[in-house]
């Protein structure tokens, strides 16, 4: 390696860039390769890795789709909630009309009787041409 600045030359330097590129190709080499028993032993660490990962990859997914599916129960069991109490609620107000309608409906009835019978009343008292003569009329 170097030493200073000063001993870095183009020679040196090509001389180093050589001894790195031989050591990355003696690490190349020296890893085990297929047949190798440490290799397959690698090989199946890795592939019961990635079967585990599957796995749970797939477990994750199954849980999502269930949880959408309550979800999705939850909500269409909370919509028919709202829409039975929306249902009910407007019947209510409906039967609430309804019956404010005929209460409205009776009072004016029984006010218009009421002044039927002050109108006939006050008739009476006067006397007008028809009860004259349907007094005369009842004399007879």
């Known amino acids: 390696m170097k030493n200073s600045y000063k001993d870095d030359n183009f ?13 990355i190709q003696e ?9 190798d028993p ?16 599957q796995q749970r ?11 959408l599916a309550r979800e999705k129960a939850e909500r ?5 909630a709202e829409k039975a109490a929306r249902e009910a609620r407007e019947l209510a ?3 609430e009309a309804d019956r404010i309608a005929d209460e ?6 029984e006010q218009k009787a009421a002044r039927d019978a002050r109108y006939a ?6 006397g007008g041409k028809r009860a004259r003569k349907a007094q005369a009329q009842a004399g007879s």
């Open 121 to 126: 009343a006050r008739k009476a008292r006067k």
């Open 104 to 109: 409205a409906i009776a009072l004016l009835a």
């Open 76 to 80: 269409e069991a909370r919509e028919q």
């Open 57 to 67: 990859l797939a477990e994750r997914k199954a849980e999502k789709e269930e949880k």
């Open 93 to 95: 107000e409906k039967e």
């Open 11 to 23: 020679g040196s330097r090509i001389a180093n860039k050589a001894k790195a590129r031989q050591a």
């Open 38 to 53: 440490e290799f397959e032993k690698i090989r199946a660490e890795r592939e019961a890795i990635s079967a585990a990962r």
């Open 27 to 35: 690490r190349i080499k020296a890893r085990p390769g297929p047949g």
